[in-house]
């Protein structure tokens, strides 16, 4: 199994990619969860929030881009 850096998120350029970043993301959950800082849906989504606050990764992004994130997480949420 590939092992999982962030310098991979620079492969991405299709949803086909994305799709398979993901998977690469849960697979490693599985595998490592210990290494995990962030174990619960709670602490992860936590952590992605104080991400964004501290980074400013998303100021000036269109506000299309930002609801796709949002469409993104809630699907996660309610999709069968």
Request: proline share 1%.
């Amino acid at each position: 199994m590939k092992h999982l850096r962030i310098e991979d998120i620079n492969n991405i350029s299709n949803a086909i990619e994305l799709m398979k970043f993901i998977d690469c993301l849960r697979n490693d959950y599985r595998m490592n969860c210990v290494s995990w800082e962030n174990e619960t849906i709670d602490d992860y989504l936590g952590a992605i929030n104080a991400w964004l606050k501290d980074s400013h990764e998303l100021s000036g992004q269109p506000v299309v881009v930002l609801q796709l994130i949002a469409k993104i997480l809630y699907i996660g949420k309610i999709y069968e």
